[in-house]
């Protein structure tokens, strides 16, 4: 399956194996650049403590890095992407590789990445 802007949070819980919250977290930063708890919780339906959580998952999977105590921020999309499919190999015992559709999710999501960030 192509990986596109519509179907990119799905290819993201498929491939690097965190939850379909984390990965709608992680969509709505590199689409909005930098978000407060309360941004993200309001992009997720969601408690602002909820969102807390969720945002620092993305940091410590090595997706996102913590601003302030509640301001968070994406990596670029393909190092962050790469980074979490490094540390999923890792954790599966498998050899980190090239991997196409990784690599087209981090491809699809750098242009709304640059977008939000030259606003």
Aim: proline residues 3%; contains cysteine.
């Amino acid at each position: 399956m192509a990986v596109n802007l519509a179907n990119v949070e799905q290819a993201i819980v498929e491939e690097l194996k965190i939850s379909a919250e984390e990965a709608r977290a992680f969509v709505a930063i590199v689409k909005n650049g930098k978000m407060d708890a309360a941004k993200i919780a309001k992009s997720l339906s969601c408690g602002e403590q909820r969102a807390q959580e969720i945002a620092k998952s993305l940091v410590g999977r090595g997706m996102a890095i913590e601003i302030t105590k509640t301001e968070f921020e994406s990596l670029h999309p393909r190092f962050a992407i790469t980074n979490r499919y490094r540390r999923r190999c890792a954790e599966d015992g498998i050899p980190f590789k090239k991997n196409l559709r990784v690599d087209n999710i981090g491809i699809v999501l750098e242009k709304p990445y640059e977008d939000a960030r030259t606003k």
